[in-house]
């Protein structure tokens, strides 16, 4: 299984950017799909993730109404759209993958079955 991440960048404060993750290597039906983040220095915290069958979607409070998430099963991605990018914004964005199975609720690490390698979003003041 391979999880390519892709689309992060330096960008200003108050720009957007859209991050995209491929899935390869099964099939990903009853997979949720969705982003974490880890700054500098802090530990992973969620961001995004939209459940199989793209019904429903959680966010991470502090990208509320910022970030959207959506998924394309037919090209087994997921694109993360985030808008109004804050300094905060700044680090690593991994996508992930949890089996339906596992939860139904807001993902947590503990649940997650594949992780992609991560790409860096840096926001510029």
């Known amino acids: 299984v391979q999880l390519q991440a892709s689309g992060g960048g330096l960008v200003p404060v108050g720009s957007s950017l859209r991050l995209s993750c491929a899935a390869s290597?099964?099939?990903?039906?009853?997979?949720?799909m969705g982003w974490f983040r880890q700054a500098p220095g802090k530990d992973r915290e969620f961001v995004g993730a939209?459940?199989?069958?793209?019904?429903?979607?959680w966010y991470g409070d502090s990208v509320k109404g910022r970030f959207t998430i959506a998924r394309d099963d037919a090209k087994n991605t997921v694109i993360l759209q985030t808008n109004n990018v804050k300094d905060e914004d700044t680090a690593v964005y991994y996508c992930?993958?949890?089996?339906?199975?596992?939860?139904?609720?807001?993902?947590?690490?503990?649940?997650?079955?594949?992780w992609g390698q991560g790409t860096l979003v840096t926001v510029s003041a």
């Open positions: 939209v459940r199989w069958g793209g019904g429903t979607t």
């Open positions: 992930a993958l949890r089996h339906v199975t596992r939860g139904s609720q807001l993902p947590v690490e503990e649940q997650i079955d594949y």
């Open positions: 290597g099964r099939t990903f039906s009853n997979y949720d």
